[in-house]
Structure formats: structure tokens, C-alpha cells
């Protein structure tokens, strides 16, 4: 995938613990970024509204909006932009409502810095790299469903719906690589840029919803099948 350059990238901390936002403000321009932060979900979406970010990073026990809303916000604008969790609320509840919203990754406190600075540098890798693929092809049909990487919007027919950003993202890597058996492995550590020592069911539950999207049967797959002990492959229509 397309490397990004750290000194190119402008982040928004939306974080209301000031010792630790002047912490993690310190720390992120150390690294080459640049950083403005917000103090709370209100003053979040009005530089949301004002200036362009290249990632959001983003707490949830906020004044005014709480994180939650603040990402449903800017899901409702921006479908691609990556949206980093950063929060004391790691119960799976608010991780699955976190995902369910359109964030791209949820990280609990408290953490290591050098986890986030991991995972904020693949985040922005795999921005790029869709970013760059969407370029030369927006759109693209799978089965009977017309694919709109740019808004996320799919349409089948008279049936319309979105994609969350994560699932764009694996659906494209999947055409990328048509024909091809991707492993779990794989698929975690390109797409989610995480350890495939975690648990693979995030893969198989993904592979799920896009069965459940764009197979005309998706107990009966023909588009997405398994590979019994390897993994995965992508049959184009």
C-alpha cells in the first residue's frame, strides 16, 4: 500500500482530559504531525465544518455531543475520512456501536502510545491507498450491485444502502485481488492493519455482511467462497 508522508498529515484530537490531550498534542507533532485540537464534541464538528483533516481521533465521553454523535456527523459528510476511538469506554457494546457508526478503529485507555502511533500511520497507509485506487476507478460492479467507493452508496435495482468504510475498504481489496485466496492473515494486516494473532472471526464476520449484500443467496455463495484452510477468494461476476 501507498506510504504517507507523517509532516503532509493534519489531525483533529477531539479530547477533553486536557493533560492528556497536551500530552498526545506533544507527542503526534513530535511525530511529523500536524495537530489541532478540540475540546469537546461542539467545538469538534465547527473545525470539522472549517478545515480539512486528513484523521480524526476521537473520544466518546465528551461535553455538549459525545463521540458518538460527533462520528455520526461526520459519516453523514465525510464516508472516508479515517476516525480513530481513543476511550475509557472499551466495553464491546461501545465498540460495536463505535463500528456499526463507521469508525475505522477503537482503541481503549488506557494504551501505549506506541500502539497509536501504529495504528494512526496504518490508518493513514490504507487512506492512501484507497484514495488512490477510487481514483483511477469510483465505481464498480459486484454481482448485481453497483458499488460507489467515493459516497459508499451501493445500488441494486430499487434497493439502495451504504457501506461502512471498513467494509468498502475489504470489498475493494477483495476486487484488487480477484481470484486470489486471501487468508485471514492477510486480510488483518492489510486492511485492519492489525496482528493476525487476533481473533479471525472479524474477518469471518465481515465476510458475512457482504455475503448478506451481494450474494443473490448468501447461504449458497458464488461471489465470495471459502477456501477450506486458507482463507477466502473473490469470484467476479
Given amino acids: 500500500m501507498k506510504s504517507i508522508s507523517p509532516q503532509k498529515s493534519k489531525l483533529l484530537l477531539v479530547e477533553d482530559e486536557e493533560p492528556l490531550a497536551i500530552g498526545l498534542e ?6 511529523g504531525y500536524q495537530v489541532v485540537w478540540a475540546k469537546d464534541g461542539k467545538n469538534a464538528l465547527e473545525l470539522f465544518e472549517k478545515e480539512t483533516f486528513d484523521l480524526i481521533i476521537l473520544d ?26 481513543l476511550s475509557a469506554r472499551g466495553a464491546i457494546e461501545d465498540r460495536t456501536r463505535g463500528f456499526e457508526l463507521g469508525v ?28 488512490a485506487i477510487i481514483e483511477k476507478q469510483p465505481s464498480q460492479t459486484v454481482g448485481k450491485t453497483i458499488v460507489n467507493f467515493e459516497t459508499l452508496e451501493c445500488m441494486a435495482g430499487k434497493k439502495q444502502f451504504r457501506l461502512t468504510p471498513h467494509e468498502a475498504m475489504i470489498l475493494r481489496y477483495f476486487i484488487e485481488n480477484s481470484g486470489r485466496i486471501l487468508s485471514r492473515k492477510e486480510l488483518l494486516e492489510n486492511v485492519w492493519n492489525i496482528s493476525s494473532d487476533v481473533d479471525t472471526r472479524t474477518v469471518d464476520n465481515f465476510i458475512v455482511r457482504l455475503r448478506r449484500y451481494f450474494e443473490a ?8 467462497t471459502s477456501v477450506r484452510g486458507a482463507g477466502y477468494l473473490y469470484n467476479p461476476s
Avoid: C
Avoid at 506533544?26 to 511525530?31: F, I, M, P, S, V
Fill in 26 to 31: 506533544y507527542n503526534l507533532t513530535a511525530e
Fill in 104 to 131: 475505522d478503529d477503537y482503541l481503549s485507555k488506557p494504551f501505549h502510545l506506541q500502539e497509536l502511533l501504529l495504528r494512526i500511520a496504518g490508518m493513514l497507509r490504507r487512506k492512501a491507498w484507497y484514495s
Fill in 217 to 224: 443467496d448468501p447461504q449458497q455463495p458464488v461471489l465470495f
Fill in 60 to 85: 466518546i465521553m465528551l461535553p455538549f455531543l459525545d463521540g458518538f454523535q460527533v462520528a455520526l456527523h461526520i459519516r453523514a459528510v465525510s464516508p472516508q475520512i479515517p476516525i480513530l476511538v
